[in-house]
C-alpha cells in the first residue's frame, strides 16, 4: 500500500500519477462549495484556471443554464454571480445549472492532476462517502494520493489536516506497517492525531480561517466543518466535475 500527500500542486508534476485515484483538498474552500453545489442539484462544477477562462467557458454554454462563481482574496469576483462559498450553493440558486469557476487555489491545483483517475472531490462535509469510494480504490490500485490545494502555492494548515484525517481513514495505524508514505503523508497524520476529532478548532485555527472571519465569512467556517453533512463524492474527469466518471 503506498499513500503520498502533496501539501501543494508544484509536486505533483515529478510524481508519475497518470491513471491513479487521487484526492483533491481545498477546504477554504472550493472543494467544500463543489460539495455544496451537487449535493444541492447543480449539474456540473466547470473549475477554470483564471476569470477570463472562466468567461470563455461560460460563452460555450447556453446562457440560462450557466452561473459564473469563484473569488480573488477571498472576496467574489466583479460581475460573477457567486462567491466562492458554500453557504451560497442552495438548492434554488445551483439546481441544474452548471457552475464555472475560478478560484485563487482550489480551481487550479485540477490542473495538476488531469491525467489522474479517478480524481474524487474531498472535504470535511463528505469526509465519510470519500473514504468509502476511495478504499475501493486502494484495494484495486494499491495506492492514492492526497493532494492539497495550498494557499498561493504554500502550505495550507486546514488542508494538511483533514489531509491527515484521510490518510488515517484509509491506512489505519495497525495496517501502517509495511505501507509506503511519504513525508509529507507522515506529517500530515501527526497533524491528524494532534487534532483527532476536533475538526473545527483544527481549521479554525489556520491562517485563511482567520482571514475568512475578517471578511465576514464565518459561517462558512461554520458550514465547512460540519462532518459528513453530504454523501455526493463529485469526480473530476475531462476537465469537470460531475457525480459520475466519465472515463
Not at 487521487?22 to 472550493?30: G, I, S
Not at 490542473?111 to 469526509?127: G, H
Not at 503523508?185 to 478548532?201: F, N, Q, V
Amino acid at each position: 500500500m503506498k499513500l503520498n500527500v502533496f501539501f501543494t500542486p508544484l509536486g505533483v508534476a515529478t510524481q508519475p500519477i497518470a491513471g491513479k485515484p487521487t484526492l483533491v483538498l481545498d477546504v477554504l474552500r472550493f472543494t467544500t462549495t463543489t460539495v455544496a453545489a451537487m449535493a444541492n442539484g447543480a449539474r456540473a462544477v466547470v473549475p477554470a484556471a483564471s476569470s477570463d477562462e472562466a468567461l470563455r467557458l461560460a460563452q460555450n454554454l447556453a446562457p440560462q443554464d450557466v452561473l459564473l462563481g469563484g473569488e480573488r482574496g477571498c472576496k467574489p469576483i466583479e460581475g460573477f454571480h457567486l462567491g466562492n462559498s458554500p453557504a451560497e450553493m442552495t438548492a434554488d440558486v445551483v439546481a441544474g445549472k452548471t457552475l464555472v469557476m475560478s478560484t485563487t487555489n482550489g480551481t487550479r491545483a485540477f490542473m495538476a492532476v488531469e491525467s489522474a483517475r479517478p480524481v474524487l472531490i474531498a472535504a470535511i462535509t463528505n469526509f465519510s462517502a470519500v473514504v468509502e469510494r476511495a478504499r475501493k480504490e486502494v484495494d484495486l490500485h494499491g495506492e492514492i494520493t492526497i493532494l492539497c490545494a495550498g494557499r498561493r502555492e504554500l502550505f495550507a494548515f486546514e488542508d494538511a489536516y483533514v489531509a491527515g484525517r484521510f490518510a488515517d481513514a484509509l491506512i489505519p495505524s495497525k495496517a501502517r506497517k509495511g505501507a509506503e508514505l511519504n513525508d509529507a503523508a507522515i506529517a500530515a497524520l501527526e497533524l491528524g492525531r494532534h487534532y483527532g476529532d476536533k475538526w473545527r478548532r483544527a481549521v479554525s485555527s489556520s491562517s485563511a480561517a482567520g482571514d475568512l472571519k475578517r471578511l465576514g465569512y464565518k459561517k462558512d467556517l461554520d458550514v465547512a466543518t460540519e462532518v459528513d453533512s453530504h454523501s455526493v463524492v463529485p469526480i473530476y474527469s475531462n476537465r469537470i466535475i460531475t457525480l459520475h466518471d466519465t472515463e
